[in-house]
């Protein structure tokens, strides 16, 4: 029962850093595309939104093996030692992934570790939403019901975090014409439509993450 609720209450700590730190990214972003600030006051925005970015990734990176070690010791279902395993070993690689692009941010080689980013997401919602579909249809080793819905859900957030990352692509090289041309409409656009696209992501994940939770507490069906 301690271990059970040791698990619990680092997955309430995950879920409120992962809030709480998307809100910062979520109201720097938005300083960042006013033009009635100066450069320097944008550009410190920018930079700020990408350092606190980290925070929820990394809550992101471990919530799903917390999750199976709160599943396993809840006994809402048997996960083999070979799973929790693998699961750490996938989150503890893509932790190492995510501050290896923060180390190269800006350069050739942050480009191409943010590729491959793209692909781990991918293959990440593909594996745990079949591991959710499956749930749902009775057909895997995850109870469905409740259970099954969240693990579905839990692999759309992966689809928004892609889309987040696919949104705000363009607003490096905008900054970077900022910088050297000041404000002009068609750079200011550009970042506009960066900062205003993945803020719609940004909100469809605040959904998803408040709707598992309320799964996980209420276990409502």
Known sequence: MIEHQLWVFVHILLFVYWLGGDLGVFLLAKAAKRPDLSFAERAFALRMAI???LVPRLCFAIMFPVGLHVT???GFAVIPNWALVLAWGVALAWITLL???GKHEGT???AQLGHFNLILQGLLFLSIGTLGVTALLGLGPLPGGWFGAKVLLF???FA???GIDLAFRPI???FAELATRGSQPEIEQPISRAVDGAIRYVLALYGLIVIIAFLGVTKIF
């Open 155 to 157: 692999a759309v957030i």
């Open 172 to 174: 490096g090289p905008a």
């Open 108 to 110: 050739a080689r942050g």
């Open 72 to 74: 396993a010791s809840g």
């Open 51 to 53: 350092m606190i970015d």
């Open 160 to 162: 928004a975090s892609i």
């Open 99 to 101: 501050f290896a692009i």
